[in-house]
């Protein structure tokens, strides 16, 4: 009998054809004066279009949404033109691809902003990170600038006008990127979220933008076609909550539920690392609270996806890193193949070096 793992299923509007997505991966290829995706990222998604879905890597939802060098953007037509040659590539597969709609917010360096301005964020707090410039390498992000309350309502607009690029770019739907230490995230917890305006301060307070956000997208393509990422519980870039499950109970159930929205995703446990939880916190606490499709990440393998699946914890399995070197990663996990091992060195920048050319199990025993 097919495990469930195997089986279609909908995220909303979204019929896809197995529980195995590919997780959004940043891979810093696109053309750095354009925000282009590279011509090689339409191989790399169609490689891997045996999963039900693929979600992009994050991209850029305006030129000061950006934080890396060679991300992609969303929000030009010479960006929807090269996203259309990769939807088109995947679907001609079977497969279902959304877009990762990205603000970085404060994880960011000037140089890599119109006018070399500061970053934006919810407050004038720097992160202890570095990201990476095209010239210079790896740099200390930047400390950013709060938003004035008057700016807001733009950034809002953006993220709307992003999701109607990605339907001009034929996407099956978008996911707000709301995880990891982000924009919506440097406002919703409060590790430094200290406004004093109707954006900060309290829990409501701390979710508005992430509400409108939601309203703005949602207003802008349908809601079944909108899926969200959260991190509740992780300290990514350098930002934690204090109680994060108030907050992230009160984003998810004011905010999410009841609206239709095509899936909820979370990051269980630290991004890319631990899943343990601290006492008192609970993914199935958080989940309940949604009324649509659950996707599940972080750490997952072959034997800990079929029983969440199976259990019904999760209608669908996001796989990053094991997604990097294994293009044919729902085959594999169907036989009970070996997986290889990525490459670290190649995951962020480069050409198809460690991007395209890893091969499939079928390759691998033909050569
Ligand atoms: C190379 C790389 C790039 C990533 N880029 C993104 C990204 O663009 N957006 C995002 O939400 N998470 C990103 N992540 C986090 C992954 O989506 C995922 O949450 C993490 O790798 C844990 O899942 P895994 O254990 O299946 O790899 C990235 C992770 C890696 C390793």
Redesign the pocket.
């Given at each position: 009998m097919t495990h469930p793992l195997f089986t279609p299923t909908r995220l909303g509007d979204i019929e896809i054809a197995n529980r195995i997505a590919l997780?959004?991966?940043?891979?810093n290829r696109a053309d750095e004066a354009t925000g282009v995706p590279s011509p090689l990222a339409v191989e790399y998604y169609a490689q891997r279009a045996s999963g039900g879905l693929l979600i992009t890597?994050?991209s850029q939802i305006s030129p000061r949404a950006k934080g890396y060098a060679m991300t992609p953007g969303i929000y030009t037509p010479q960006q929807v033109e090269g996203w259309k040659a990769i939807t088109s590539a995947v679907h001609e597969k079977g497969s279902k691809i959304v877009i990762?709609l990205?603000h970085v917010g404060r994880i960011a360096h000037s140089d890599l902003l119109p006018g070399g301005e500061p970053p934006l964020s919810s407050a004038g707090v720097r992160a202890n990170m570095q990201t990476f410039l095209k010239d210079k390498g790896f740099v200390p992000t930047s400390t950013p600038r709060a938003l004035r309350t008057d700016e807001i309502p733009g950034i809002v607009d953006d993220y709307a006008r992003a999701a109607e690029r990605a339907m001009e770019a034929g996407f099956d739907g978008v996911e707000i990127?709301a995880?990891?230490g982000y924009l919506i995230d440097q406002f919703l917890k409060d590790g430094i979220n200290r406004r004093d305006d109707a954006y900060g301060g309290s829990v409501e307070n701390r979710a508005r933008l992430l509400g409108e956000v939601v309203d703005a997208v949602t207003g802008a393509i349908p809601a079944g076609r909108v899926g969200i990422?959260l991190s509740p519980f992780s300290g990514a870039n350098d930002l934690t909550d204090s109680d994060p499950m108030t907050t992230f109970a009160h984003a998810i159930g004011t905010h999410l539920a009841g609206r239709g929205m095509s899936y909820l995703h979370l990051?269980e446990g630290q991004?890319?690392g631990p899943r343990e939880l601290a006492e008192g916190q609970s993914i199935a606490e958080l989940r309940k609270l949604f009324d649509g499709a659950y996707m599940a990440?972080?750490?997952?393998d072959r034997e800990l996806a079929m029983k969440t699946v199976e259990s019904g914890a999760a209608d669908v399995i996001?796989?990053?890193?094991?997604y990097?070197a294994n293009p044919d990663l729902p085959e594999r996990l169907a036989a009970d193949a070996p997986l290889e091992e990525g490459d670290r060195a190649t995951?962020?920048g480069g050409g198809a070096e460690g991007y395209t050319d890893y091969p499939t199990l079928a390759q691998s025993k033909a050569a």
């Open positions: 997780a959004p991966l940043t891979r890597e994050a990762q990205w990127h995880a990891n990422r990051v991004t890319g990440n972080n750490g997952y996001a796989f990053g890193r094991p990097i995951y962020y």
